[in-house]
């Protein structure tokens, strides 16, 4: 995602929202330091693992569980969106790729890491302390933000984990995408919450009628 086409929607998302354009500047600059002389991994790690491959983004949604007793997931490179991780550990599923904000089970995702998930770890302007906790623990790290990247922190497009998921696999030309544990509808959220499974919903419409 060119982020000349990606900062439109992502100014009307700090606009819905309050948040602060400086507060996820700020968080990129310092994720962007952690990753110097870390164990990061370079975008070619992602080119590898999903370019022509079918692709199973895993949301957190309550249906998870049911919706992966119905995919093969053998035959698929499997990303999980934050607290996804979990769920799939719980199974004996090892994500591919863990799109995370740090906001979920930290302690399984940094278990899924130790056995080959490769993280890839969103900066704003809300994480700040867990990115300076956490980031030291992990490898293979792909930092990301959704203001404008760095040399070292990327914009794939997307803003919740679920649907950055989607757009990193599009950035990096999977053959298809499935989703599993998504429910843009659920109720029984808080309005926060709720209002970011509608921006979901919306840019993952977007990305439909692009394609």
């Given at each position: 995602?060119?982020?000349?086409?990606w900062e439109p929607i992502y100014q009307q998302i700090l606009d819905d929202f309050?948040?602060?354009?400086?507060e996820d500047e700020t968080a990129a600059l310092l994720l962007s330091n952690l990753l110097v002389g870390s164990s990061s991994a370079g975008t070619d790690v992602l080119d590898t693992l999903i370019k022509r491959r079918d692709v199973l983004v895993c949301g957190n949604a309550p249906c998870l569980s049911d919706d992966l007793d119905v995919v093969e997931i053998e035959n698929h490179v499997v990303i999980a969106a934050d607290g996804a991780a979990a769920v799939l550990l719980d199974r004996g599923i090892i994500p591919d790729i863990i799109v995370t904000d740090l906001d979920g089970d930290i302690e399984k995702e940094i278990t899924a890491n130790q056995q080959g998930s490769i993280m890839v770890v969103h900066s704003h302007g809300d994480n700040t302390v867990k990115l300076l906790?956490?980031?030291p623990l992990m490898k293979d790290i792909i930092g990301t933000t959704q203001a404008k990247p760095l040399g070292n922190v990327?914009?794939?497009g997307g803003f919740s984990d679920g649907d950055r998921c989607v757009f990193m696999a599009l950035e990096f030309n999977a053959s298809s995408i499935t989703l599993a544990g998504f429910d843009l509808d659920d109720e029984n959220v808080d309005p926060i919450k709720k209002k970011k499974l509608q921006w979901a919903h919306r840019l993952l419409r977007m990305i439909a009628n692009m394609n």
């Open positions: 995602m060119d982020f000349n086409q309050g948040f602060s354009r400086e906790k956490y980031v990327h914009n794939f």
